[in-house]
């Protein structure tokens, strides 16, 4: 197509999404997600420590 005001022949981008982008999106949700599942043993680790914790701390409410 012809811009008649530059003279300069420019095309259309096709719709849709280029491999580097897909990779780069690819790459980036793969991180997050690997951050996400490396947490999940801390967490656990931090509730069964907090059980007893939590008792005694009640016990010395009670008391």
């Known amino acids: 197509m ?3 005001q530059f003279g300069l022949v420019w095309f259309r981008r096709k719709k849709g999404f280029s491999i580097i982008e897909v ?4 790459a980036i949700l793969g991180i997050g997600i690997w951050a ?3 947490l ?3 967490g656990q680790n ?3 420590r907090s059980g ?3 008792m005694a ?3 010395a409410h009670e008391a």
């Open 40 to 42: 999940f043993p801390t």
């Open 23 to 26: 990779i780069t999106a690819v």
């Open 46 to 48: 931090i509730i069964r």
């Open 57 to 59: 701390t009640q016990l």
């Open 2 to 4: 012809r811009d008649r």
């Open 36 to 38: 996400i599942v490396a």
């Open 52 to 54: 007893p914790r939590q």
